[in-house]
């Protein structure tokens, strides 16, 4: 018996169709985690990391949209909880600083990367255009991690407690996205 499956999982197609509703989640809650640092930090030269990192969040919200709707994928009914939620952390780490905002972009981007290779792993070759997808993604994602470092992170005030806590909150996101 295959002990990674929940016999409430479903089939191969709902369980493709829980991974691109948490990714395309994940995607949209990112972009306003950066739409959330920008409007605080604006038009600092600080911010221009976070910008080009927008960017790739919304190009990666974008595919994922259209995947959803190819496949008639349902989005995760918190959305609206996501909006809210997304800004207002991407906000508060702005306010306490662009190093404390790229520690939240190393926090979030760590257990998004781990999230897709778990994906992939599950997958095993058995989708190819959701892989592809899901690779690319995790690629920048890493780059954001790196970036996210590079620029600082591990500088921001309290780092360990801000990292330990954004991640576990990044974790309940994707268990409820997958879910509701």
């Not at 018996?1 to 479903?10: I, L, N, Q, S, V």
């Not at 369980?15 to 989640?25: E, F, L, N, T, Y």
């Amino acid at each position: 018996m295959d002990k990674t499956r929940h016999p409430a999982d479903g089939g191969q197609e709902a369980r493709k169709a829980r991974m691109i509703r948490v990714d395309q989640a994940g995607e949209y809650g990112a972009a306003r985690i950066y739409a959330g640092q920008l409007a605080v930090l604006g038009n600092r030269p600080e911010a221009e990391a976070i910008r080009e990192m927008a960017d790739k969040e919304r190009e990666h919200l974008e595919r994922f949209d259209a995947m959803m709707n190819a496949r008639r994928v349902r989005p995760t009914l918190l959305s609206p909880i996501w909006h809210v939620a997304g800004f207002a952390l991407g906000a508060a780490t702005a306010l306490a600083g662009p190093k404390t905002a790229m520690a939240c972009t190393e926090a979030v981007e760590q257990v998004i990367v781990d999230h897709y290779a778990a994906q992939k792993a599950a997958l095993g070759g058995e989708d190819p255009e959701l892989e592809t997808l899901i690779t690319q993604a995790q690629a920048d994602e890493s780059e954001h991690k790196a970036r996210a470092i590079a620029e600082g992170a591990g500088q921001a005030p309290a780092h360990g407690p801000v990292t330990a806590a954004i991640r576990a909150g990044t974790r309940v996101a994707i268990w409820l996205s997958e879910r509701v």
